[in-house]
Structures are given as C-alpha cells and as structure tokens.
C-alpha cells in the first residue's frame, strides 16, 4: 500500500530564512503528489500539486522519482507561511487521497 | 462561491451514543468525500460518494459507521455506538470530479467521553 512519511512534526525558521519541508513516499507507480496547507483557524487547502509545475506563495515542489520524494521549497520564509502542511499521494484513476502526517511550520521574527 | 459547508461544528457526546453529521459540498461537485482526522495524523478517507452512489468506503468502520448521499448532493455521516477512539475532526470535501482539485470543509470537532 501507499505510503506518505513527513518526518518532521514540527520545523521552525527564522523569517528569511530558506525553508524545505520533507515529504517521502512509498509507491511503485507513477502517483500524483500534492502540498495542502492549513492555517491558524482556516480549512484544510490546495497548495499546489506535482503536475501543474507551479509556483504558489513562492513555494515549489519537484517529484524526484529516484528518491520517491517530494520535498515543499520557498527560498525566503514569511512569518504567514506559518501553518500545518501536508503532503499527499494519490494513485492514478479514482482512488483516494493519502495524507502524510502533517509538518507545522512556525516562522519566527 | 459559498465553501464546503459542515455542522455540527463542534460535538461531546458520551460512549455508545449516536451521532451524526451533516456536509453541504460546493453547488455543482459530483464528488463527496468524508474523512477522518485523529489528532496528530493527517486525514484518512473513510467514503467517497460519486453523486448518490458509493466508489470507495473500504475504510469506513462498517459495524458502526455508516453515510449516505440520497439525493446526490448533501450527505451524512453517523456513528452508531461511538467508541472513545472515534475522537477526532470529520472532515467533509468535495470535487467536481474524482481527479478535480479537492476543497474541504471547516469540519467538525468530535469528542466522546
């Protein structure tokens, strides 16, 4: 079965600072991978996903298939960036989301 | 456009009591999907609804759990009787299609004493 690992819990930075969240993923296929974001008192959204190849809040993420990782990128922290993010995959057709569990990132001033 | 719509927001409710809970998805979304978010675990699917009919509930607690979507749009999810270990935020979202973007609710918090 799918797998999705964050292995930390909890990564504070400094604002300016660079910031990567680690996402690692256990599946033989070709998935889809996404970033979703929650902040303080808000619902559970889309950040961005592997296929569109996008930059959102500055934040990017490459589908590195040799490693089966997935790592969330912004080169300069922003204190509202702080927030709960995970990483998720999903097999290819009609199947179901599967959520790592979750990083919290506090940016500090 | 209004967001995914959930209620209760918040719910204590004593062991081997019922409950239920109500989603509203976005007009339009074929796609309803519940899931189930223990404190620190990220959110695993219990049932996904493609208009009225079910695609996936294989993790859906079926001795207990049951949902439905009679009409293809609102849905509801119970627990019937709840255990100590259903604690935890329900969360309802929705999609225009099963490969659509998913946009969730606000959820509802769900304590059993």
């Known amino acids: 079965a799918q797998r999705v690992t964050q292995p930390e819990k909890l990564l504070s930075v400094f604002k300016g600072a660079p910031v990567e969240l680690k996402c690692n993923y256990s599946?033989?296929?070709?998935?889809?991978l996404f970033w979703y974001v929650q902040y303080s008192r808000q619902r559970l959204q889309l950040l961005l996903r592997?296929?569109s190849r996008e930059s959102i809040k500055g934040f990017t993420a490459d589908l590195n298939k040799g490693e089966t990782s997935f790592h969330l990128k912004k080169p300069f922290a922003q204190e509202e960036d702080s927030a709960m993010y995970y990483c998720a995959l999903k097999k290819a057709g009609n199947t179901p989301l599967v959520f790592g569990k979750g990083t919290r990132l506090s940016v500090i001033a | 456009e209004a967001g995914v719509a959930q209620s209760p927001r918040y719910k204590i409710i004593e062991k081997r009591q019922s409950v239920a809970f109500w989603c509203n998805p976005i007009s339009g979304h074929a796609t309803l999907y519940w899931y189930q978010q223990i404190l620190g675990q990220g959110p695993k699917l219990l049932i996904q609804?493609?208009?009225?009919?079910?695609?996936?509930d294989s993790q859906l607690p079926k001795d207990r759990f049951s949902a439905e979507r009679l009409k293809g749009v609102d849905s509801t999810l119970k627990i019937q009787p709840a255990k100590l270990e259903d604690s935890a935020v329900y969360l309802c979202?929705?999609?225009?299609?099963?490969?659509?973007?998913?946009?969730f609710g606000p959820g509802t918090r769900l304590l059993v004493l």
């Open positions: 599946y033989s296929g070709s998935p889809e």
């Open positions: 592997h296929i």
């Open positions: 609804f493609q208009n009225n009919g079910v695609v996936d």
């Open positions: 979202a929705s999609s225009l299609a099963p490969e659509e973007t998913q946009y």
